[in-house]
């Protein structure tokens, strides 16, 4: 049986949580996610404290293993950026294709005040979903990387 949780900075999550769903989300992202230190740094910024920072983590369990996470950011901003970032989904590879991944968005949608950014490389499937939700793609985006 699946059980949806969240995880928001008022729970305090420990090191050994934040240290589970990354490990989850560097395995299950596979040639979409980044490296571990990057999704830990995610993950101290969505549960931190602190007034400048937030967001939440929804997760999906079945036992006691996860199978399904989004990571949300909160940006601190509105209007011109959105107040969120869908920053990591990921759903494990025996759960993909049936509705896991649909779950966790809804619900991170509902959770989530103000409009949500994502970004998804065009030959991702997930790319689907988010339209099925409502996500369109507004902007091309460019980085520059120092």
């Known amino acids: 049986m699946l059980k949806i949780e969240t995880l928001a900075p008022k729970n305090q999550a420990t090191i050994l949580q934040k240290k589970e769903i990354a490990e989850f989300l ?3 992202l ?3 996610g980044d490296p ?3 999704i830990l740094k995610c993950l101290d910024y969505a549960l931190n404290q602190a007034e400048d920072k937030g967001g939440f983590v929804v997760m ?3 036992i006691d293993e996860i199978v399904g996470a989004v990571v949300v ?3 601190g901003m509105s209007g011109y950026i959105p107040e969120n970032i869908l920053v990591y989904i990921a759903v494990d590879a025996s759960q993909r294709g049936k509705g896991l991944g649909k779950t966790l968005m809804k619900t991170a949608i509902d959770l989530a005040h103000g409009d949500i950014a994502l970004h998804v490389e065009p030959d991702n499937p997930a790319k689907k979903l988010y339209e099925k939700l409502g996500f369109s793609n507004k902007y ?4 520059l990387n120092k």
């Open 26 to 28: 560097f395995v299950q």
């Open 73 to 75: 950011n909160k940006t």
């Open 60 to 62: 999906a369990r079945q």
């Open 30 to 32: 596979e040639q979409y």
């Open 140 to 143: 091309l985006e460019m980085r």
């Open 36 to 38: 571990i230190g990057h």
